[in-house]
């Protein structure tokens, strides 16, 4: 079982949570494209979206991409708008398989209200946009191998989920 997990999805749909904790249970190596991002510029991505734009951080965040998903055998965190490039798409699913972690807008909502780090949803009615954004991205999301509902399951029943999918039969 040499494949990458990659972890998609909106915000606040729990990626990194589950990531880490996979990791653990899987005992694998967990990488964050958005860590790689704020390493890389050595600043935090509120200010990268601020001082240099969505589209220059979406152009790193291209080439971390392409670098994690060189790897094997790791769980990859990937930030919310990381598959809407197609071309990340493919690069991702090379080595991985892409399992996206859903939630309905309210639930995403009641996650990430209290956040500040989020500078797409630092706007007058993030209710609002996050429904918005949920269906511009919908047809991306979809690109998974495997969709995990996450309302109403524990993280631990979440990863009790994924790993069960690795242990179909057609997974190496
Ligand atoms: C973004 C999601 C964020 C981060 C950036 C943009 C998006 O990551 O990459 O703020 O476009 O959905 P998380 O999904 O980890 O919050």
């Known amino acids: 079982m040499n494949c990458n997990l990659v972890l998609i999805g909106f915000m606040g749909a729990g990626k990194s ?3 880490k904790k996979l ?5 694998r190596e967990v990488i964050a494209t958005d860590e790689c991002i704020i390493n890389r510029e050595g600043r935090p991505i509120n200010e990268i979206f601020r001082v240099s734009g969505e589209p220059y951080f979406r152009k ?5 991409v392409a670098e994690v998903s ?3 055998g ?3 965190d990937c930030g919310g708008g990381a598959v809407l490039d197609p071309e990340n798409i493919a690069r991702l699913k090379e080595n991985g398989t892409l399992f996206h972690l859903s939630a309905t807008p ?3 909502f009641r996650r990430v209200k ?3 780090h989020r500078p797409l949803l630092n706007t007058e009615n993030p209710r609002k946009k996050i429904e918005e954004m949920l269906a511009q991205r919908a047809d991306f999301y979809a690109q998974a191998d495997f969709m995990i509902d996450t309302n109403g399951k524990s993280p631990k029943q979440i990863c009790e989920e ?3 999918l690795l242990e179909l039969p057609n997974h190496q």
């Open 60 to 64: 790193v965040e291209k080439e971390v």
């Open 17 to 19: 949570l589950i990531a």
């Open 70 to 72: 060189r790897r094997t």
């Open 162 to 164: 994924i790993i069960g």
């Open 106 to 108: 309210d639930e995403i």
């Open 114 to 116: 209290t956040q500040k």
């Open 23 to 27: 990791a653990a249970l899987l005992k």
């Open 74 to 76: 790791v769980v990859i």
